[in-house]
């Protein structure tokens, strides 16, 4: 489930239902290769093994300018209140991405991960770089659950009285391999 829309179009942007304030410079996506780092022995070094992908980051640079609308401080302010915008649970909020580069490159949901800003002495524009990470939501898959053969056995209470047979029956699994070895075990 998603909190909004990020829409990347024409040199705007809009998440959710706010366009964000500014004029979009650039967009940059990087993905990369996962490792797992081993350590062998009698070796210098370790070992990489390719273990699969990292979720991808998209950065856009934006510049903020005071004009009409605002100064690019009241703007910046606006979007830092954008960024701190937590969905109905106190997270933060997975948006849907609508882009053509992001969906060339796979890429159907991002979490906004960052805001930085940086500003010059010598005009009244504040460079501004949004930071989003793909967002993978975990899949369960559906597990095909062996039925075992199950035969049933009375149970003797150990708490009862005098060694009565207890009116429970305990469902025996003849497959289990644990358990075959456990009940060799008690005999």
Known sequence: MTDGYLSIEHGQVSLGNQMVPGTLVSMNIDGTVRFDDAKVDNQSG??????????SAISLEMMLQSDDSGNCYEKLSKLNSIFKGLDN???PKIYEIINAHTLSRGIDQVVFKAL????????????????FDEHNPPQIPAEVRASATKTQTPATD??????EVADA???ADTINPF????KEGIT
């Open 169 to 171: 029956v305990v469902t």
């Open 89 to 91: 649970k106190s997270n």
């Open 158 to 163: 150990t708490a009862s009285k005098e060694g």
């Open 46 to 55: 370790t070992k990489k093994t390719p273990m699969g992908w990292d979720d």
């Open 116 to 131: 930085g800003s940086a500003e010059t002495n010598e005009d009244d524009v504040i460079l501004i770089t949004l930071a």
């Open 179 to 182: 358990d075959a070895g456990f």
